[in-house]
Every structure is written in C-alpha cells, then in structure tokens.
C-alpha cells in the first residue's frame, strides 16, 4: 500500500511517501503507526506521539482503531490548520 | 457549487457576482474572506506556507458542502482555498454561499469554515526571521466545529 505523510510528519520521516508491505499481524491504523515508529530513528521522532498524528484511508478521515485491509493509501498527518 | 484550490489569488466581489448572475430566486449571499495576519502571538512573521493532500483535501470539502447543503437548501457555493506561500495581507480562503433567505447563508457559510479549519487537510507554516514553524491547531477550533455536530439520533448530517 502507498503511504503518505504531509507536514512535520513529512519532515520528520524525511520524504513524502512511499510504497510499505505491513507485515502480517498489523491489522489498524494504530498498529501501523507503532510498526512504522519501529522502522527507525526518522520514524520513531514522527511517531513519537502516535496521539496527536491523524491518519486518512483512501482519502478519508479514520481513527487509530481503524482496519488497514485492502486500503490503497494510507496518509499520516498532524492535526490540520487550514482556512 | 464550486471547489477550487489553487495557487494564485482571487476577487471575492467578482465569485460573489458569478453566482448571482441571471438568478432570481437567491436573497441572501455571504462571502467570507480569510487572509493571512502579519503577526501571530504578538511576533511579526514573513508569510503562511499551506500545504495539502491533493485529492483528499477536494473531497473533504466537497463532503462539507454536500452536508450544508443538504442542511440550509442552499442555492449556491464557492469555496477557494489557496496554497502555497502567502505574505500579510493576502487572501487565504473564500467561501460565499447562496439561499433564499440570510440565516441559511450566514449559517452554512461559519460552518464551512469551521470545518475548513478542523477537517479539510492544509497545514500552515510561520516564516519567522529566525525559521519557519508549523502552526499548531487550536482547541478553539475545534470546539467551533463541534458545535454543528448533529444531536444524538441524526448522524447523518455534518459528518
């Protein structure tokens, strides 16, 4: 699946997205995050605090309890500051 | 309705006009135009950088405004977000919203921008004379947006 990260998220992992295979085992969208934060150092700074990232499935908002099974894109982010 | 982000400005008074024109049955038009301070907290900063999801940020708005219009039968919409960089005093966001009557207008036009705030993915950078900085979100607006949450029994609205 392609992973995506936007603003200090983006930063602090160091590129703006990338194709992952989550291992078997990593079912949702929080689970994702602690496996990612095990990735690396890079990682570990974005996922520091897995509370305050936001995460959308194929382009919509989902909370961490969220299931991962057959998503396309799967983007992390921090709470939004737009208008 | 219409939906666009882009980089380059835009004329709040010329969008207001365009959804205006050759209707008779709009009575009321709100146009509520963001721009970018010179100062935030007390420091003077250079500009806004916006960053957002292409794709998703679209459809995010596109939902919102499906839900006010579902909510207030309005008779029209515009929302222009911009990106990029964006110095004091330039326009950030535009949404101008058409109904019959005033409280249908105001209404849906402060909860597209409560939601534009909290939900809609753009990020704001600070550039300060000594670096940039990502703004953080504001409890505020968030307390903003959850007010138009539906009353418990109808969650088909807003969401």
């Known amino acids: 699946m392609k992973i995506l990260y936007f603003a200090w998220v983006r930063e602090r992992v160091g590129k703006p997205e990338e194709e992952i295979e989550a291992p078997v085992g990593v079912a949702t969208v929080g689970e994702l995050m602690a496996w990612l934060a095990g990735r690396g150092e890079e990682y570990a700074h974005a996922f520091a605090n897995p509370r305050v990232v936001r995460a959308a499935i194929d382009r919509t908002h989902v909370k961490s309890e969220a299931p991962i099974a057959g998503a396309r894109e799967i983007a992390f982010f921090p709470p939004m500051t737009g208008g | 309705m219409s939906i666009r982000l882009q980089r380059e400005d835009f004329d709040a008074s010329a969008e207001a006009a365009a959804l205006t024109r050759g209707r008779t049955d709009i009575g009321a038009v709100v146009t509520f135009t963001g721009l970018c301070r010179g100062t935030e907290a007390g420091a003077p900063i250079a500009a806004l950088t916006l960053e957002y999801y292409p794709g998703m940020a679209e459809a995010e708005i596109a939902r919102h405004v499906e839900a006010a219009n579902a909510r207030w039968q309005l008779l029209g919409v515009t929302v222009i ?16 919203t058409a109904a019959a009557h005033r409280q249908a207008a105001f209404a849906a036009a402060e909860f597209l921008m409560d939601y534009l705030k909290t939900r809609a993915p753009f990020w704001k950078s600070e550039e300060h004379a000594s670096g940039t900085r990502w703004v953080e979100a504001r409890e505020t607006d968030d307390a903003a947006a959850e007010r138009w949450a539906p009353p418990p029994g109808r969650p088909e609205a807003a969401q």
């Open chain 2, 81 to 96: 977000h911009r990106y990029g960089r964006i110095a004091p005093g330039e326009n950030i966001v535009l949404v101008v």
